[in-house]
């Protein structure tokens, strides 16, 4: 089995390398090539475009350096600009004038030079005698000059016509109309010296690069930093080529001596010249050397990323391959049920999950196996085991034993049944000799031990010897029924036989032979077993002798027995007839017991007596009951329950008839009556006599339904004349039953009697409670008229008012009535009717029957079916000595008759209702009085008021001086009058509202405010009146004293009278008020420093009407009222007042009120 | 002219007191004695308020209030009741007839203005 190890390089690894790392890598190599190239190229360019910016700029920067050149020549031109300064005649003036501006000339280290539009030189400074006069118009420079007059600069020419080379600067020297005079140019030395002035512009040029170099439109070297190349001819190079055609730019290119370099070319503006710049390429390229590196880096990531990758996938992939593996060899080791846990989540888990379910299966298969195996060895272990203990058994059994090989027997008898035997016994009478050949097939294969010992041989040997050899005569009968055992199927054979022992003594055995199980079929095992059972047999014999005599004694002694016998006979009878007797008693104790308990549950009567007629029924032979509830005043049935299997055939006869036959005996006696069938019972009238013979009646039980001496019924028990007759027991178990009945019957009576007692007395206290709760006549009225209905259950129920005196009819009320049918009632009908006559009588009275009463004249009572109304019961209104009215109760005719009872109630309710009426009358009369009390309040009120409002109103226009000036004394005298006026006001008011509150009207009104504006506002008020006194006024309101839910106009007021008061009663010290809350109450405390009041007139304080006097004279006026009234307003709003004072020393009164509603 | 006020008022002295007061403060003022008048007067001279007694021959004040309120032409019109009735509920009766406000008699000069001032919208 090849291994991972071993496949390593061929296995998955090598694939994913092949498949993913190394195309991977690849495309990332690539990527990273393109990448830096396409920088590389960016950046280059960069770097080109770049270093020809610089160079650009460079040359901007020297063309301006140039501007100074033209610039200090152009000074000049002005004073050349006469016609006839340049001509050759004014040379002298000319050198003059340069001689003069020498210092100025030497940015010209080849001077300068003057010429006229001839091509003379006029001028030259520092002088040179030897060009002065010369003609330079075939100068190539001067010449294109003269042509074209133009500030200019030159390329490499040479000085004058013939010496060294120079670089002409020139500038042309123009006349006042504009003509053409001459030139001024200004030499520069091409191989001058660094001080040289154009080396000093040009030193400073900075290009791109790091040798910038002129040339001229010929490829010359005007300048260059390695001054040995100044001069030299580049016009054969590119660069230089292109830049002398007046190209800008920046290429790579190989340097003259071969470097890769970069090179910046510019045309210098106004002049032919060029100016390059070259760069060493690696130098230029240095700034992005760093991009080799990154470069490198890059690849290497892309190498090492994806190998990091893809050794983490490999790892992750072949991991739980490899314990899959493991695993899997651990398997193929044997050690099945090994699982794994791998969450990959992929194919790889499906794969580890099917195999975790192979390898559990395997584990399975194998326990199964082996479990199989354990049990096949425990199966042979116990078979051996199991015939070892057969030996042990059979060796050791306390039985003797044989084992046998019956199937050469088995051979002879099918070769008999061959033949067509069925019935063997009678084959091996006739043919004894086939005995002994079967016997040849058996073979004794083992005896135990105790066969040795029953048979007393000394060893097994003897008894092993083939059966036939030691045939007898009694072995031969033994074999032979054996046989014929075996042969008719039997697999188990018992009998008793007898043989000899070794010792020849007989011996009885019970032989027992039995097929060993499996080898039914060809008999080759067969057990024998032998019990020696010669005692028994003996004692067999000698018991069979001993029954014999004892049949004789039996013999002898059948005649005393046969007596003895019929006595027990007897005794037998009478013990069952006495069981009998025992079983009826029983049941009618059953029937007793199980209707005790129907009496005790029953909840309605006519159920209670179906129970007793059941019950008798079931314990007598009776086949018809008849029990009958009687009134014997109104000589009525009024219950008659029948029962038994022939109930129907009890007639129904009237109270008369019931009179004639046994029952009225019974009824008459009071005694219980026993009538035997096929009797003429004397008891009885000859019609009854008659019909029982003719009906199919057999023996009759009457008895009694009697509680005490009441008799309410009877009890008729009838049976058919086939039946046993009733006897006395039958008598006594009726009586019993309906004993019991009658008690129970009056139970219930008495219960009913009870619970309509506490019913009318419900309803009349009811009653009583609602015409005492309310003062309103007519709900009086109607309510009593409903309870009189209800405690009487009277179908409707009239109450009648009147006046006697008027003949009128004041009110009515009823029940069972409508509105309509009541307002028709006139007085001449109520006097008409019994109420009419109850009136007159003053005294209840009931009537059986309105419509045949003679008091009643026809007319007397509201009712729209009249001829319907049959009892009533009806009972006067008394209060005092008068007459007021009647209550009424009518039943219809389907209804029961009013007893005295039922008139004793409705008497009662007249009487309450005659109270109620009266109370009623009696409010409405105190009503009207407060009525009138209070409408004579509110008009005393009004009528005072209005001339007091003239008189307030007019005194205060006088005081405010509206109605003119007034002066002293009279002001003072209207104040006089304003002031008893509002005191007159004050008492009206005063008076008013503790009329008003003992009239019961006052209402407070309350809400939420703000306690301690309450006190801010009266104060405000009263003021005046302390400051007038010169009495100080503290106030003290604790912090937490708020809102609060009281009536503020009352509290205002209280608080008015108190500080009032005070104020009033204080001539010096001072009057304090303090605010305060504690625990849901608001206390305030008015205390001043007046003349206090003395204890015996505290208490008098806060009634009406009084003040303290202080004297004869009463000094301080009020109306004594105040204080009651605050006491009065206090309790209204829930708090309480009182004072503390002592006599010359001040008085304190304080008064609570609650914060809240809730408190 | 501040404004104009109808008084409807049955006594003489407090019709001329009430008159004094509202005209020295600068009011116009008409005066009906009973409540029918009252009720006419105010609907020919739409005052700008009216003063009403409550207790008046014939039609009492309460009946006069709901006839004025009846008058569409009233809406706006305050209804202060002046009245010396200081029962129980002659507050309640007075708002629920239709009054604005409820002034009690005996009137207090000082502050009577003010007091029916502030049933007047402002000028």
């Given amino acids: 089995m090849p291994t991972l190890s071993n496949l390593r390089w061929r296995g998955l690894r090598s694939k994913i390398i092949a498949w993913f790392f190394v195309p991977t890598v690849m495309i990332l190599l690539t990527v990273a090539w393109v990448i830096f190239a396409a920088y590389q190229q960016v950046t280059e360019n960069a770097a080109i475009e770049r270093n020809h910016a610089l160079t650009t700029l460079a040359a901007v920067q020297y063309t301006t350096e140039l501007g100074t050149y033209t610039d200090l020549l152009r000074e000049y031109t002005a004073l050349f600009a006469e016609p006839d300064t340049l001509s050759e005649a004014n040379m002298s003036y000319l050198q003059e004038v340069l001689s003069a501006s020498r210092g100025r000339f030497e940015l010209f280290d080849g001077g300068v030079l003057v010429i006229n539009n001839l091509g003379t030189v006029v001028g030259a400074e520092p002088a040179r005698p030897d060009v002065l006069g010369e003609n330079w118009a075939a100068h190539p420079y001067f010449r294109d000059m003269l042509r074209t007059p133009k500030e200019s600069f030159s390329d490499v020419t040479i000085d004058g016509l013939d010496h060294a080379e120079v670089i002409v600067v020139s500038v042309p020297v123009v006349g006042r109309q504009g003509q053409f005079l001459g030139l001024i140019a200004g030499l520069l030395r091409l191989t001058g010296t660094a001080s040289s002035s154009l080396v000093q512009g040009a030193s400073q040029l900075e290009g791109g690069g790091e040798i910038t170099y002129l040339v001229d439109s010929n490829g010359r070297i005007l300048y260059h930093p390695d001054a040995t190349q100044i001069g030299a001819d580049l016009s054969n190079y590119d660069v230089v080529q292109r830049v002398t055609s007046g190209q800008s730019d920046a290429i790579r290119t190989q340097s003259r001596d071969g470097r890769q370099i970069v090179a910046s070319f510019v045309p210098i503006p106004n002049t032919p010249w060029g100016m390059v710049s070259e760069q060493e390429w690696d130098a230029l390229i240095s700034a992005n050397q760093g991009y080799g590196t990154y470069l490198l880096l890059l690849l290497i990531m892309s190498v090492i990323l994806p190998a990091i990758v893809v050794a983490i996938g490999l790892r992750q992939i072949l991991r739980p391959i490899e314990q899959l593996n493991q695993a899997a060899q651990q398997v193929a080791h044997g050690k099945f049920g090994h699982t794994l846990e791998v969450k990959t989540g992929d194919e790889i888990e499906a794969l580890t999950k099917q195999f975790n379910h192979m390898s559990l299966q395997l584990q399975e298969t194998y326990a199964s196996l082996e ?11 116990a078979l051996r085991k199991s015939e070892t203990r057969y030996r042990t058994l059979f060796e050791e059994s306390p039985i003797s034993l044989w084992e046998e090989d019956f199937s050469g027997a088995k051979q002879c008898v099918e070769q008999i049944r061959a033949t067509g035997v069925t019935d063997f016994r009678a084959y091996f009478a006739s043919h004894p000799e086939v005995i002994t050949q079967c016997a040849a097939g058996v073979n004794i294969l083992n005896v135990n031990r105790a066969a040795i010992n029953l048979l007393q041989y000394e060893s097994k040997e003897p008894l092993l010897t083939p059966l036939a050899q030691i045939f007898n005569e009694r072995t031969i009968k033994t074999f032979r029924e054996e046989l014929i055992a075996l042969a008719e199927g039997q697999t188990t054979f018992f ?44 004692m067999e014999n000698e018991l069979r002798e001993h029954q014999e005599h004892l049949a004789d004694l039996v013999a002898a002694r059948t005649a005393e027995l046969t007596i003895s016998n019929q006595q027990l006979a007897q005794e037998i009878e009478e013990h069952r007839r006495t069981e009998t007797a025992l079983e009826e008693n029983l049941s009618r104790s059953e029937t007793l017991h199980r209707f005790s308990r129907a009496l005790i549950n029953f909840e309605d009567l006519s159920d209670l007596l179906q129970t007793v007629v059941d019950s008798v029924a079931e314990a007598l032979p009776a086949n018809r009951i008849v029990l009958y509830l009687l009134d014997q005043e109104t000589e009525k049935i009024t219950h008659a329950v029948r029962g038994g299997k022939n109930r129907e055939q009890v007639s129904e006869p009237d109270y008369k008839e019931l009179q004639a036959g046994l029952t009225g005996w019974v009824l008459r006696e009071g005694e219980p009556a026993l009538s035997p069938k096929d009797v003429l019972d004397p008891r009885e009238s000859t019609a009854v006599q008659q019909r029982r013979m003719e009906t199919n009646c057999g023996a009759i039980i009457v008895v009694p339904l009697q509680y005490g001496s009441r008799l309410m019924g009877t009890l008729t028990a009838i049976n058919s004349p086939d039946e046993p007759d009733f006897n006395q027991k039958d008598v006594d178990l009726v009586m019993t039953l309906v004993n019991q009945t009658a008690v129970a019957i009056e139970t219930a009576r008495l219960y009913e009697e009870t619970a309509r007692r506490a019913q009318e007395l419900a309803i009349l206290y009811d009653v009583g409670q609602k015409i005492t709760a309310t003062l309103d006549l007519d709900m009086i009225l109607d309510t009593i008229a409903q309870g009189a209905a209800q405690v009487a259950q009277a179908d409707k129920s009239l109450l009648l008012l009147v006046d006697m005196k008027k003949e009128n009819l004041l009110k009515t009320a009823g029940f069972g009535y409508s509105r309509q049918e009541l307002n028709r009632q006139s007085y001449i009908e109520c006097q008409d009717g019994i109420s009419g006559w109850v009136l007159q009588k003053q005294k209840p ?8 009463d003679a008091r009643n004249k026809g007319i007397a009572l509201v009712n729209a079916q009249r001829s319907h109304d049959k009892s009533a019961a009806v009972a006067p209104l008394i209060i005092g000595q008068e007459m007021v009215g009647t209550l009424t109760v009518v039943n219809g005719r389907d209804k029961f008759t009013f007893t005295p009872a039922d008139l004793n109630l409705v008497t009662m309710l007249a009487d309450q209702a005659a109270a109620a009426i009266h109370n009623g009358r009696l409010y409405e009369a105190a009503q009207e009085a407060d009525r009138i009390k209070s409408a004579f309040l509110a008009s005393m009120s009004h009528e005072l008021r209005t001339p007091l409002n003239s008189i307030i109103g007019f005194t205060g226009i006088i005081l405010q001086g509206l109605a003119g000036p007034l002066n002293d004394e009279q002001a003072k005298q209207m104040r006089m009058v304003q002031t008893s006026a509002r005191h007159l006001l004050a008492l009206i008011n005063d008076v008013l509202d503790i009329s008003k509150i003992e009239a019961g009207q006052f209402k407070v009104e309350k809400a939420d405010f703000d306690m301690r504006t309450a006190v801010e506002n009266v104060v405000r008020i009263v003021q005046p009146l302390a400051d007038k006194k010169e009495l100080p006024l503290q106030v003290t309101i604790a912090t937490d004293v708020g809102q609060i839910w009281s009536d503020q106009r009352r509290v205002e007021q209280i608080l008015l009278n108190l500080i009032n008061n005070a104020i009033k009663f204080t001539d010096e010290g001072q009057v304090t008020i303090t605010c305060d809350v504690d625990e ?25 009407f009084q003040q303290v006097n202080t004297g004869l004279d009463r000094k301080h006026e009020g109306t004594g ?19 503390e004072s002592e006599w010359q020393v001040g008085s304190t009164f304080s008064f609570t009120l609650p914060l809240t509603d809730g408190s | 002219m501040k404004g104009k006020i109808l008084v409807i008022e049955d006594n003489e002295q407090n019709l001329y007191l009430t008159r004094f007061i509202l005209e020295a403060n600068g009011y116009e003022v008409v005066a009906a004695r009973d409540g029918r008048t009252g009720v006419d007067m105010a609907a020919q001279e739409r005052p700008d308020l009216i003063l009403l007694d409550i207790q008046l021959p014939g039609m009492d004040g309460y009946t006069v209030a709901k006839s004025l309120r009846g008058n569409p032409d009233l809406d706006d019109t305050p209804i202060v009741a002046v009245t010396s009735y200081a029962m129980v509920g002659d507050r309640e009766r007075g708002l629920e007839a239709g009054c604005t406000g409820y002034i009690e008699k005996p009137i207090n000069p000082e502050t009577f203005m003010a007091e029916v001032e502030e049933h007047l919208p402002p000028a």
């Fill in chain 1, 845 to 852: 009275t009931l009537s059986a029957d309105i419509q045949t």
């Fill in chain 1, 1121 to 1139: 009222l105040g204080l009651s009234i605050c006491k009065r307003l206090v309790e209204m709003l829930g708090g309480q007042i009182w004072l």
């Fill in chain 1, 371 to 381: 479990r199989q195996l354990h049990e096949q060895l425990e199966a042979q272990n």
């Fill in chain 1, 495 to 538: 009998m008793e036989a007898s043989g000899l022992t070794a010792h020849g003594i007989p011996i009885n055995f019970g032989l027992h032979l039995a097929i060993v199980p499996g080898y039914e079929e060809s008999w080759e095992r067969v057990f024998i077993s032998l019990t020696d059972i010669t005692q028994r047999v003996r």
């Fill in chain 1, 1080 to 1104: 849901g109450w608001l206390q305030v405390d008015v205390t001043d420093t007046g003349i206090g009041i003395q204890l015996a007139s505290q208490r008098q304080l806060f009634k009406p």
